[in-house]
DNA sequence: CCCATATTAGAATATGTATTCTAATATAAG
DNA sequence: CTTATATTAGAATACATATTCTAATATGGG
């Protein structure tokens, strides 16, 4: 049954992320993908209906990622650990790291997505909600709007704000920075450990 | 002499910086500034010469407008102002917050500047980067690049990180967040105050 | 060996938008 | 009133890139 394929969803997705990492989401053209591993551009619309959705895929896959170290990290209790895990992932896995953290969703695909990808896209949102919630009421004993704002501070934002600064510069973190957020989350939550 | 004007140069920034406010860098075009104040096209590039060198002054002014009282107070030797200038400039401008903090330079503008432009830019990192050496120095007594990193982290990573995900939701920054950026900035340099 | 079909191949088309160009218009200066 | 020119006006053009289309090609099943 039909022509063995030479090109796999995969690779294209690799791909891309090459290109983003290396040079911004704008250099993410069908042509640029197809060219980068000497694929017909065909080929590349016979496995995506669109760039939207190839890049949503992308997009889906780095959140996978990240998210599921850090949830692993929060569900045993660990918030540092959940912080600190932002730094390990990008030096684990920096170009990921580059596109997730570098540029916003809405760069990278802006367009309708198809319902499949909204629902995958819709559940690993509820999961890290969820996982910050539970997080939160452990710490806290109950969950409000400001509890979670401090949470979600110091468990992603600061982590974020100590990293993004190094990946523009097109480095990995230093290791100074681990201790900065390990200070700000003890400043932040350390009473209630 | 000639024909009076009927449109300047800064209602055509001002329209791109309200466009980009509302709906994104990508909602910039030539067409939707000009139709945002009832301009032809012609007249956009009357005044300048290209989309880039407007997207440029429109950059340089949100800078600007930042820059100004992050440095006065870093001149005054108060870093904990300084901190807390990004939650204020944000509240008192919502828009120029918005585009600032939410998009990188790359994304309003990607291309080559003229050297004039280049100038301004290079002038306004050089005052930034000088604030921050002599804050350091006041602070740490020596200028080390960890001792900049803390700084750094400190005065604009965090802060910025307090904002982001507010600004992304479409609302200014609560209350609660200064107590959070004052309790980081106690947290990393309170004990050389 | 033949067929159905998955895949490659890449040329043709569509589209959005920046830029250029030509003409019309108003105003100040003399 | 005439003229020079800054500005408006918007149509024509250029260009990049997503998408579509038609044809060729290989491969497993019969």
Do not use: C
């Amino acid at each position: 049954m039909g022509r063995k394929a030479q090109f796999t969803k995969n690779q294209f997705v690799d791909a891309a992320l090459k290109l983003a990492a290396e040079q911004g989401p704008g250099a993410i053209t069908m042509g640029s993908i197809a060219g980068q591993i000497n694929a017909p551009i065909g080929s590349v619309y016979h496995r995506f209906a669109s760039r939207e959705i190839l890049l949503a895929e992308l997009w889906l896959r780095l959140v996978e990622s990240f998210q599921q170290g850090f949830l692993e990290a929060l569900d045993q209790g660990d918030g540092l650990q959940a912080a600190l895990h932002t730094l390990n992932w990008v030096r684990k896995h920096p170009n990921e790291g580059r596109v997730l953290l570098l540029y916003r969703r809405e760069e990278l695909t802006s367009g309708e997505w198809p319902d499949e990808i909204k629902e995958r896209a819709r559940q690993l949102t509820q999961e890290l909600d969820k996982g910050l919630r539970k997080f939160t009421r452990r710490l806290f004993g109950r969950v409000t709007k400001k509890s979670l704002i401090r949470i979600t501070f110091t468990l992603i934002d600061v982590p974020y704000a100590a990293v993004r600064r190094h990946l523009q510069a097109g480095r990995l973190p230093p290791v100074s920075v681990d201790e900065l957020v390990r200070k700000t989350y003890l400043a932040i939550l350390g009473r209630y450990l």
